[in-house]
C-alpha cells in the first residue's frame, strides 16, 4: 500500500524589513554620494548649454554652435557615467 504524504508544515507568519522613509533630499544626497559624477555632468551640462545660448542671442554663432557640440558631448559622457555607475552598483549587490 501507498504510505500516507507527511502533513504540510505548520504556517508561521513572515516578518517583512521595515524601512524608514526617505525624504527628497535624504535621497538625492545618498544618491549623489554614490555616483557622483552625474549631477556634475547635468551641472556641466547646463552651463554650456547657458553660455550657447548667451552667445547665440548675442550674435556669435561660431561659439554658439562650439557650445553646443560641447553641450552634445556632456550630455553622452553625462550618460555614460550614469550607465557606469549603474553597472558599479549591480556589480556591488552581486557580492
Sequence with gaps: MAAEPPPPPPLEPI???VFREESFG???LRKTRENPLVPLGCLCTVGILTYGLINFK???TRKSQLM???RILAQGLTVAALLGGMAATAMKSRK
Design 26 to 28: 535624504d535621497k538625492f
Design 58 to 60: 548675442r550674435g556669435d
Design 68 to 70: 553646443m557640440r560641447a
Design 15 to 17: 516578518v517583512l524589513p
